[in-house]
């Protein structure tokens, strides 16, 4: 997995609440079976038109959002499907942090997997920093510190210590998990005894 | 100390629990499906792993199959493409899979339960968001993303943190015509859509305990709408006599060991539960969603609201935005929004009794001339079963498109979808925006209440067509 350590941007601010994850990549892209190649397809119907043209007014279509590595966005993100493709659609597109009062759980656990760091930050200081967006003005994100600069004031944000580490050192989760392949073994081989149901096959 | 059902079913299952809570937590049953686990494989593959234990994953084609004739095969390329993948992955792997052509095949959350491969006090996980669907049973599950789905395959484990205890509680009967989807859209309406975000939701109350098995799978089924991970219900004597004899249900000694077992899984007295929320059944009406969220819901006898009333900025521009795309205006009464289009299917309500509810209250009728109207079963064998039952005719008699089983017009995937600014009244669980087809504007409501739009040609109340 891609580290995530520090980043400088000009973030984009989309002020809509419950984005769900159709409306950051729709059904008709689930078909693939690639990680790759979904970031065109990001906020699909918010930024192309019926024929397919892009709209200009959506942000993402404008400079210098169009390269922005910040998404700053209403509540309660990522809300809906389990989809993966929604991080895998928003980091092909080259957002690697997001900011937002809150997330759905299952979109918030598979940033961590790819890579994104998703930062949580009431809505006054929200509010406060989109003006960056607005202004189009760099803005940095520090995970080592858990902080963000702007101009000159600075805000921490919290993070579950595990979470970060594995961001930080871009650690597979899979290999970490299967060091304890012993401790799991042993677990199988109570439920066996315990429930053996579970393994009748 | 007391313990919820969720701190049980928990600690049962506690592999390695790291100093900060984060814990590995061993995963009973694994479902997946085409659309969330090509890439999970191709991750196993370039690392060299392997499936940990193939037996403990069951997987079907559901997402992205036709509903129609199916002896041609698939014509999308890419739908296609996925199936065909999914089935040489289980072939790779040695894991069972229900294809396309077989009876068993179905939508995942539909035929776990009908093969008895969901049982109580499990954790059962999904790459899709409504595996709370199996909550029913007395089971922790809950969807995952594909990583973890891979993560999955490779340890029989997933890494997790534990989440709050969120008790919701309905005592009461329903009144004739109310369902178990009004209950559970009622309760999206009154917690939002991140009501129950970081928390495992309990169903409880005599309501709760009074509902069929089919019937409480609608209502842990759209937990998920509600923002919570998971959704639960104590097991009892309806769970067990639903899973007695079913395929992979234990047999024989294991049997009553089982139910043995399964008969302690309850929440003791006195157990903390971090949120509590209470309904009176007898105060819930026939609801349908007005806009893009599962929380936009009023009753049959409401209107939609008005943003104008609305002093909350922000929600009165949500309001607003909902209202433009669903081309509402504000303060129309729920009775006369005309519809396009019915969709009765779907994990929430594609079972054989949220069939037979809908074909009672089709029965010697006709849908209105300008609807259309479909039928997905959620399985083969819901079709089989509604076939033996006649109900199938009464569909068709009634104007009804009888079709194959599978997600269909859930999420439009398949050829299945609205076109723009059509209007659906649907009882799948999504009404976002272009969820059922680009520009589509879906009203969600019970099998019951689709039919009643169905022969009225709009949203209307199922208690006038009850006898
Ligand atoms: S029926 Fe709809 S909600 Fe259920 S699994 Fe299929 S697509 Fe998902």
Same mark, same amino acid.
């Given at each position: 997995m891609q580290k995530f350590i520090s980043l400088k941007s000009i973030p984009t601010y989309l002020p809509l609440v419950n984005i769900d994850t159709d409306m950051i990549i729709p059904k008709q892209f689930l078909k693939t079976i690639k990680r790759t190649g979904l970031g065109k397809n990001l906020f699909f119907e918010l930024r192309y038109d019926e024929k397919g043209k892009e709209i200009p007014d959506f942000i993402l279509n404008k400079k210098p959002f169009c390269n922005s590595n910040i998404l700053i966005t209403g509540k309660n993100f990522g809300c809906g499907s389990s989809r993966e493709h929604a991080p895998w659609a928003l980091l092909d597109f080259g957002i690697t942090c997001i900011i937002s009062s809150s997330y759905a759980d299952i979109f918030y656990n598979n940033c961590f997997k790819n890579g994104i760091l998703p930062i949580v930050l009431n809505e006054d200081k929200i509010k406060e920093i989109s003006e960056?967006?607005?202004?189009?003005?760099?803005? %940095?994100?520090?995970?080592?510190?858990?902080?963000?600069?702007?101009?000159?004031?600075?805000? %921490?944000?919290?993070?579950?210590?595990?979470?970060?580490?594995?961001?930080?050192?871009?650690?597979?989760?899979?290999?970490?998990?299967?060091?304890?392949?012993?401790?799991?073994?042993?677990?199988e081989n109570k439920i066996k005894n315990q429930r053996p149901w579970i393994f009748n096959d | 100390m007391p313990h919820t059902l969720y701190d049980k079913i928990w600690n049962d299952h506690l592999v390695h629990e790291q100093d900060d809570g984060t814990a590995l937590l061993f995963v009973d049953r694994h479902l997946i499906h085409e659309v969330t686990s090509p890439q999970a494989f191709e991750g196993l593959r370039n690392s060299n792993?392997?499936?940990?234990?193939?037996?403990?994953?069951?997987?079907?084609?559901?997402?992205?199959?036709?509903?129609?004739?199916?002896?041609?095969?698939?014509?999308?390329? @890419?739908?296609?493409?996925?199936?065909?993948?999914?089935?040489?992955? $289980?072939?790779e792997f040695g894991i069972k899979l229900f294809g396309m052509d077989d009876k068993r095949q179905g939508i995942v959350h539909v035929t776990g339960p009908e093969q008895g491969f969901t049982q109580p006090g499990t954790v059962i996980v999904c790459g899709d968001s409504h595996t709370a669907t199996h909550g029913a049973f007395g089971s922790l599950a809950f969807g995952i993303g594909t990583s973890e789905v891979e993560h999955v395959l490779a340890t029989q484990t997933l890494v997790q943190k534990k989440a709050k205890n969120f008790r919701i509680n309905v005592n009461g009967k329903l009144p004739l015509g109310v369902t178990s989807k009004d209950v559970i859209l009622q309760i999206i309406g009154k917690i939002g859509t991140a009501g129950g975000t970081g928390c495992v939701i309990e169903y409880a109350g005599d309501l709760i305990r009074s509902l069929s098995v089919e019937q409480r799978m609608t209502i842990c089924n759209m937990t998920i709408e509600g923002g919570a991970r998971a959704g639960l219900i104590e097991p009892d004597e309806k769970i067990f006599n639903y899973l007695k004899g079913r395929p992979m249900s234990p047999k024989g000694e294991t049997w009553d060991k089982a139910v043995e077992v399964w008969s302690n899984l309850n929440s003791d007295n006195g157990s903390h539960?971090?949120? @509590?929320?209470?309904?009176?059944?007898?105060?819930?009406?026939?609801?349908?969603? #007005?806009?893009?969220? =599962?929380?936009?819901?009023?009753?049959?006898?409401?209107?939609?609201?008005? =943003?104008?009333?609305?002093?909350?900025?922000?929600?009165?521009?949500?309001?607003?935005?909902?209202?433009?795309? +669903?081309? !509402?205006?504000?303060?129309? !009464?729920?009775?006369?929004?005309?519809?396009?289009?019915?969709?009765?299917?779907?994990?929430? /309500?594609?079972?054989?009794?949220?069939?037979?509810?809908?074909?009672?209250?089709?029965?010697?009728?006709?849908?209105?001339?300008?609807?259309?109207?479909?039928?997905? =079963?959620?399985?083969?064998?819901?079709?089989?079963?509604? @076939?033996?039952?006649?109900?199938?005719?009464?569909?068709?008699?009634?104007?009804?498109? #009888?079709? @194959?089983?599978?997600?269909? +017009? $859930?999420?439009?995937? /398949?050829?299945?979808?609205?076109?723009?600014?059509?209007? $659906?009244?649907?009882?799948?669980?999504?009404?976002?925006?272009?969820?059922?087809?680009?520009g589509g504007r879906t009203h969600l409501v019970s099998p019951g209440m689709a039919a009643a739009a169905a022969i009225s040609g709009n949203l209307d109340d199922v208690r006038k067509y009850q006898n």
């Open positions: 960056y967006s607005n202004r189009k003005e760099e803005i %940095s994100v520090n995970l080592a510190d858990q902080k963000i600069i702007y101009g000159n004031n600075e805000i %921490s944000f919290e993070i579950d210590p595990f979470k970060k580490k594995c961001l930080l050192e871009g650690l597979d989760d899979i290999a970490l998990s299967l060091e304890k392949s012993e401790k799991i073994k042993s677990f | 792993r392997t499936v940990r234990q193939p037996s403990l994953t069951l997987a079907v084609a559901d997402h992205n199959v036709p509903t129609t004739d199916r002896s041609k095969g698939i014509s999308d390329q @890419e739908s296609k493409i996925q199936v065909e993948t999914l089935e040489a992955n $289980c072939k539960f971090d949120k @509590e929320v209470s309904l009176t059944a007898e105060e819930i009406i026939p609801m349908v969603t #007005w806009g893009t969220s =599962p929380q936009d819901v009023i009753t049959i006898e409401g209107k939609v609201p008005n =943003p104008n009333t609305e002093k909350d900025l922000d929600k009165k521009n949500s309001i607003e935005r909902s209202l433009k795309y +669903m081309g !509402l205006k504000p303060d129309t !009464l729920a009775k006369d929004i005309k519809i396009d289009k019915v969709f009765i299917g779907s994990c929430t /309500n594609g079972r054989i009794e949220d069939l037979r509810e809908a074909a009672k209250i089709l029965k010697n009728k006709k849908k209105a001339s300008h609807v259309h109207a479909m039928v997905v =079963p959620g399985s083969g064998l819901v079709k089989q079963q509604a @076939e033996q039952e006649g109900l199938d005719k009464i569909f068709i008699n009634s104007g009804f498109e #009888w079709r @194959e089983p599978g997600c269909s +017009m $859930c999420l439009a995937m /398949n050829a299945d979808k609205l076109k723009p600014e059509e209007r $659906c009244a649907s009882t799948s669980n999504r009404n976002f925006e272009g969820r059922q087809g680009r």
